[in-house]
């Protein structure tokens, strides 16, 4: 059968279960199993998405459904950096087939698969490497380029397409109408840009991502991710500036440290909006 693949990988596992002072990291680890399970669950249970579990990996598949599953990613994604676990995804376009079998979940295989568990490893941080073929596939993508964007991998200067999961909230996502002159943001893209603040701060103070730096390869994931998300953020906002939406001084183009970047954004969205 054809359909979308997405493989989903949990980010600094492997440095959690090879640690041999383990025990320690069981919590850890719990938490990281337990809350991925959690968020895949409530985003698929009403959906025709289908997941296959493997230790800390999790492919998530569909026929049709692609703006679906666009969705569920999205809330997966924005859940489990809020309970201090960082993902990692690659999402294919193409051939699969699964076995049913006696365990609970089913076996998948296939070229979709194959590219799909290949495409999580093009990069740094919580980003959803995609390949050529779904953007054509997915009818999002004539009403919105902007959800799927170039991303240059600085160890070798390739180009690979992502999916722009912070430009996704809940059930809305950024349309090219949504930001136009003389309109105030619409109250979708403010819960939007406020959900976008509140992660950039989470990943910037909260205690439960201090095991994250406690490794040269964590460090770079957790960074990559503020440096991510506070791009995708300053790109609405460069956008609402050229219809005079925002404040010229709010504008985070500037050079400055991703702490005074999380800063300014909030302080950005209580000046706009007057959210005390």
């Known amino acids: 059968m054809e359909g979308t693949v997405c493989f989903i990988d949990l980010l600094g596992f492997s440095q959690l279960t090879a640690n041999p002072d383990i025990k320690n990291n069981q919590e850890i680890i719990c938490r990281y ?69 006696n365990i609970e979940t089913n076996n998948i295989y296939g070229i979709a698969v194959t590219k799909a568990v290949s495409l999580e490893k093009k990069g740094k941080g919580c980003r959803i490497f995609i390949d050529e073929d779904l953007p054509k596939e997915s009818a999002l993508m004539q ?22 999961w912070p430009l996704f909230y809940k059930n809305y996502y950024i349309k090219p109408f949504d930001i136009v002159k003389n309109k105030k943001p619409i109250y979708e893209l403010r819960e939007l840009l406020n959900n976008n603040c509140k992660i950039l701060s989470y990943l910037e103070h909260s205690p439960l991502f201090t095991w994250n730096i406690k490794s040269n390869d964590g460090k770079t994931h957790l960074s990559a991710t503020i440096e991510y998300i506070t791009n995708i953020t300053n790109m609405i906002i460069k956008k609402m500036e050229q219809f005079e939406l925002i404040p010229v001084e709010y504008n985070l183009s500037k050079e400055i440290r991703k702490s005074e970047a999380v800063k300014y954004l909030i302080e950005m969205y209580k000046k706009i909006y007057e959210v005390q």
């Not at 895949?40 to 289908?50: L, M």
């Not at 459904?65 to 489990?80: D, G, S």
């Not at 009403?143 to 722009?164: G, V």
């Open 143 to 164: 009403l919105n380029p902007d959800i799927f964007l170039p991303y240059k991998n600085h160890m070798d200067y390739s180009e690979i397409d992502i999916f722009e």
């Open 33 to 101: 199993i337990k809350n991925l399970h959690k968020y895949i669950y409530q985003a698929t249970v009403q959906t025709n998405i289908k997941y296959c579990i493997l230790s800390d990996s999790v492919f998530l598949y569909v026929e049709k459904e692609i703006a679906v599953l666009l969705f569920a990613l999205a809330k997966i994604f924005r859940n489990c950096i809020n309970s201090g676990v960082l993902l990692r995804a690659g999402m294919s376009y193409g051939e699969y087939n699964f076995i049913k079998t």
